[in-house]
């Protein structure tokens, strides 16, 4: 990156407007990550752990002090049917939401999403007794 565009790259809201075509390395599995298959100009986490790093408070602003490392929590799905990744930060707490990109590791996706069924708020066997009871109302 030429050192001119380096530096406005720290404007606020550069991010905003320009897409991202940093390459970097995952802080939590150490895979190389490159902009190229995002399906977009903004890459803001890794296609294979889908974890971030908390650097912004609005999308693109990199405003955030934070700078901790977002864990993937949750997939839920836009309107349209787009999936989008909850990212928890594991310094501060912060909930960020963020596009799937198309390079994205579909069984971390998936695991992600299946997760809450793998462990349900309730004891399982209990489900038959539960159900003869929503039946009888």
Same mark, same amino acid.
């Given at each position: 990156?030429?050192?001119?565009t380096?530096?406005?790259?720290? %404007? ?5 407007t320009? =897409? @991202?075509? %940093?390459?970097?390395? @995952? ?17 803001? +986490?890794?296609?294979? *752990?889908?974890?971030?790093? +908390?650097?912004?408070? %609005?999308?693109?602003?990199? $405003?955030?002090d @934070?700078?901790? #490392? &977002? ?10 049917? %787009?999936?989008?990744?909850?990212h928890? @930060?594991?310094? *501060?707490?912060?909930? +960020? ?7 994205d590791? =579909?069984?971390?996706?998936?695991? #992600? ?6 462990? =349900? =708020?309730?004891?399982? !066997? +209990?489900? $038959? !007794? #539960?159900? $003869?009871? &929503?039946?009888d109302?």
């Amino acid at each position: 990156m030429k050192r001119e565009t380096k530096k406005r790259s720290f %404007e606020k809201g550069y991010y905003k407007t320009n =897409p @991202c075509k %940093e390459v970097f390395t @995952c802080k939590v599995c150490g895979w190389l990550v490159t902009p190229e298959g995002a399906g977009s100009g903004h890459r803001n +986490h890794c296609p294979n *752990c889908l974890s971030s790093l +908390h650097l912004d408070n %609005e999308p693109g602003d990199r $405003q955030a002090d @934070c700078g901790g #490392i &977002m864990d993937p929590v949750a997939v839920w799905v836009r309107k349209g049917g %787009e999936w989008a990744v909850i990212h928890r @930060c594991r310094r *501060c707490g912060a909930l +960020h939401s963020n596009r799937v990109a198309g390079d994205d590791n =579909p069984l971390k996706l998936l695991s #992600i999403a299946l997760a809450p069924l793998a462990a =349900p =708020p309730f004891p399982v !066997e +209990h489900i $038959q !007794e #539960i159900a $003869q009871l &929503m039946a009888d109302r």
